[in-house]
């Protein structure tokens, strides 16, 4: 079994910043790569940010210049810190890891529970 829990999210007013969290646990083998997406109603879920098992990242342009994701491998834990926060990033972040599990030899994916980011104007 694999878990993962997210923490962070909330109310925040236009201009400030953020940090959320997103540790998994289990039977974890290795971790591969880890991402954050995001989901705003009635729309798609779209990648924020990614970033590999060697550290390269990658950005949606929406947050590009102004987010930051990083990992924590002791820890098997991924963060995305976003800055200079706009309304237009009122959404539902989910983390996704991906991830073997031990006795396993294919890597899957997991997303977390997922946690509301609300920026007020």
């Known amino acids: 079994q694999v878990q993962l829990v997210e923490s962070g999210g909330g109310l925040v007013q236009a201009g400030g910043s953020l940090r959320l969290s997103c540790a998994a646990s289990?039977?974890?083998?290795?971790?591969?790569?880890m991402g954050w997406y995001r989901q705003a109603p009635g729309k798609q879920r779209d990648l924020v940010a990614r970033?590999?098992?060697?550290?390269?990242?990658t950005y949606a342009d929406s947050v590009k210049g102004r987010s930051t994701i990083s990992r924590d491998n002791a820890k098997n834990t991924v963060y995305l810190q976003i800055i200079s926060l706009k309304p237009e990033d009122t959404a539902v972040y989910y983390c996704?890891?991906?991830?073997?599990?031990?006795?396993?030899?294919?890597?899957?994916?997991?997303w977390g529970q997922g946690t509301q980011v609300t920026v007020s104007s």
């Open positions: 970033i590999t098992s060697r550290g390269s990242t």
């Open positions: 996704n890891i991906n991830l073997v599990r031990y006795y396993t030899d294919t890597p899957m994916g997991y």
């Open positions: 289990g039977s974890i083998l290795s971790i591969n790569h």
